[in-house]
């Protein structure tokens, strides 16, 4: 009894901290004040539809942090058994009903847990241009960064 006790113990508390841990996402860093001198770190929450189409267009200056969080079907995106390098592409077509239009494609590389039957997306990322355009379709990629160093940096706040 005391060993289920235990254990019981230990996997609710594991529970809570991996719960605290997803909630110490942007919060980590601390919000920007009024005449703050650190950068700016934009937060960028898009949704995703089952055709892979973003919501919204993220933020694109080459070299800035960003802090993004996407969720979406396994069936969509295809992380569950993929590795942590895999490179994930999702699309903002300038026309839905026309994809020979051309939009934005939108890649990632790291931050992504599955759970549940979801990847989710979730922490911050260096935008880095990718130059060119391919049948109408501009690129732009975001690389996973290092949560604990630009917290231990000081020099990042984040603006909603």
Known sequence: MALCRQLLFAALS????????SAQGWEALGACRLLDSRERV????????????????PPTRDGQIVFIEISGDNETVGCSSASKDKLYSFSIPNDVNNIGAGGLAVNLRGN???????CIFSGFYMNQRVFGMHQGWIETYFGAVDKFELVKSGRFCVSE
Do not use: C, I, R, T
């Not at 934009?42 to 267009?57: A, I, Q, R, T």
């Open 42 to 57: 934009p937060v960028w929450k898009p949704e995703l539809n089952d055709k892979g189409y973003l919501s919204s267009v």
């Open 14 to 21: 594991l529970f809570v901290a991996v719960g605290h841990a």
């Open 112 to 118: 992504v847990q599955f759970a549940n039957g979801y």
